[in-house]
């Protein structure tokens, strides 16, 4: 047998319960009062140990709160134009443009999962705690749906449908099934199959980290749990706001009885959510009616910096960046990709800003450096390539 005090998967709630009832045997009937307090204990056995309480920190609260704060850069897809995309039009969801309809829902939600896992153990919990609680499961539903709808807009495919389903699903059922079995590791059975779980896992780690460069270790293990979150950060907190209500429904003989003020404000909170998310699809709708009709230039702020006054900007610039790209592209595809990736993003938001000509002069002006530099590059690389081609000719003749 495994000694419960050093399973830190159990809680102390749990371990009280289980010696409580084993104990009962060596008291007989004399153990009245021992077995009421048994009884007590046992209907707190739903208590929650620190590891899973760690989960549902992070899975709760901590990855919701980072996939929201980058959702302040703006839609996954970055809409330029009226596209026709089902993920351009509910992308403004994700972002503040339309969600913020949904902001204090889902704080009140978090600030409720946090007071219930810092207070857990001690006693019933107030109503608008259950259903700050309750509510996030609607929250965190609608959020899956529609980030998995953009994100299978994007990539429809089986392959990309089976791996978002395995990352926002698959994860937490895996993690879950650990912990179920870690809890019942006495058991020898349940032992070698935890043991064989988690041998399998450090063994897929450590066979992927071999297709990584040693030198990128570091950014991998840092930023592929951050990315991966920011992918399935609404399943995962699907499953921690179901598992918490589970666990309060699992204690409902020890509730309070609802008084009508509560019952009105449990149902004001749950309309409020029912209205928010339809009301968030028309915001983004009407965002996405604002965007242009045709796809803009690629030269975003480039272009709007063209426009300018006529007597101090000219099209040189313009013409000298585009070449720099097209080089670039050819000559460094994968810096070329990123950089494109990174200005395809914050581009049209700073073009958007330059509404006047003296506000493109100005851009034109602070973009004279970078197109210094561009044209000194594509002098050294022309330079190159002359040289690179009379070696060559020497070699051949």
Not at 216 to 223: A, N, P, Q, T, Y
Not at 365 to 369: A, Q, R
Not at 371 to 376: F, G, N, Q, V
């Given at each position: 047998?495994v000694?419960?005090r050093?399973?830190?998967?159990?809680?102390?709630?749990?371990?009280?319960?289980?010696?409580a009832?084993?104990?009962?045997?060596?008291?007989?009937n004399?153990?009245?009062?021992i077995?009421a307090?048994?009884h007590?204990?046992?209907?707190?056995?739903t208590a929650?140990s620190r590891?899973?309480?760690?989960?549902?920190?992070?899975?709760?609260?901590l990855?919701?709160?980072l996939?929201?704060g980058?959702s302040?850069?703006?839609p996954?897809?970055s809409?330029?134009?009226q596209?026709?995309e089902?993920?351009?039009?509910?992308?403004?969801?994700?972002?503040?443009?339309?969600?913020?309809?949904?902001y204090?829902?889902l704080c009140?939600a978090?600030?409720?999962?946090?007071?219930?896992?810092?207070?857990?153990?001690r006693?019933l919990?107030p109503?608008?705690?259950?259903?700050?609680?309750?509510?996030?499961i609607?929250?965190?539903?609608?959020?899956?749906v529609?980030?998995?709808?953009?994100?299978l807009?994007?990539n429809?495919?089986l392959?990309s449908?089976?791996?978002?389903?395995?990352?926002q699903f698959?994860?937490?059922?895996?993690?879950?099934?650990?912990?179920?079995?870690?809890?019942?590791?006495?058991?020898?059975?349940?032992?070698?199959?935890r043991n064989a779980?988690?041998?399998?896992?450090?063994?897929?780690?450590?066979?992927?980290m071999?297709?990584?460069?040693?030198s990128?270790?570091?950014?991998?293990?840092?930023?592929f749990?951050?990315v991966l979150s920011?992918?399935?950060?609404?399943?995962?907190?699907l499953?921690?706001?179901?598992?918490v209500t589970?666990?309060?429904?699992?204690?409902?003989?020890?509730?309070q009885a609802?008084?009508?003020?509560?019952m009105?404000?449990?149902?004001?909170?749950?309309?409020?959510i029912?209205?928010?998310c339809?009301t968030?699809?028309?915001?983004?709708l009407?965002?996405?009616?604002?965007?242009p009709?045709?796809?803009?230039s690629?030269?975003?702020v480039?272009?709007?910096?063209s426009?300018?006054?006529?007597w101090l900007v000219?099209k040189?610039?313009?013409?000298?960046?585009k070449?720099f790209?097209?080089v670039?592209?050819?000559r460094y595809?994968?810096?070329?990709?990123?950089l494109?990736l990174?200005y395809d993003?914050?581009?049209p938001?700073?073009?958007?800003r330059?509404s006047n000509?003296w506000l493109a002069?100005?851009?034109y002006?602070?973009?004279?450096?970078v197109?210094?530099?561009?044209?000194?590059a594509?002098?050294?690389?022309?330079?190159v390539?002359?040289?690179n081609r009379?070696?060559?000719?020497?070699?051949l003749?």
């Open positions: 047998m000694d419960d050093l399973n830190p998967w159990k809680s102390p709630v749990e371990i009280e319960s289980e010696h009832r084993s104990g009962l045997s060596s008291f007989g004399d153990g009245a009062e077995e307090d048994a007590s204990a046992a209907s707190s056995s929650i590891p899973v309480k760690v989960l549902l920190v992070v899975s709760g609260i990855v919701p709160g996939c929201h980058v302040f850069l703006g996954p897809t809409p330029t134009w596209s026709g089902l993920s351009d039009k509910l992308g403004y969801i994700i972002a503040p443009q339309a969600g913020w309809v949904l204090p829902l009140y978090m600030v409720s999962l946090a007071y219930f896992l810092i207070r857990e153990q006693g919990m109503s608008w705690v259950r259903f700050g609680i309750g509510g996030g609607p929250l965190a539903l609608f959020y899956t529609i980030l998995d709808t953009i994100l807009n994007e429809a495919d392959l449908l089976i791996g978002l389903i395995s990352v698959g994860i937490p059922l895996f993690i879950g099934s650990l912990v179920w079995l870690h809890r019942r590791a006495d058991q020898p059975k349940f032992r070698v199959l779980l988690m041998s399998l896992t450090l063994a897929a780690a450590i066979i992927g071999l297709f990584v460069n040693s990128d270790w570091l950014s991998v293990i840092i930023g749990p951050i920011l992918f399935a950060g609404p399943g995962w907190a499953f921690a706001y179901a598992h589970r666990v309060l429904h699992r204690r409902q003989q020890t509730w609802l008084s009508k003020p509560q009105i404000g449990g149902a004001a909170y749950f309309a409020a029912a209205g928010a339809p968030s699809i028309l915001l983004s009407n965002r996405y009616s604002t965007l009709v045709t796809p803009p690629s030269c975003y480039v272009t709007a910096a426009r300018g006054h006529v000219n040189n610039q313009l013409v000298a960046l070449m790209e097209l670039l592209q050819a595809p994968r810096t070329h990709r990123m494109r990174a993003r914050i581009g938001a700073l073009a958007r330059i000509p002069d100005i851009a002006l602070l973009l004279k450096p197109e210094w530099l561009a044209r000194l594509l002098i050294v690389w022309q330079t390539s002359s040289v009379s070696f060559n000719h020497e070699d003749g």
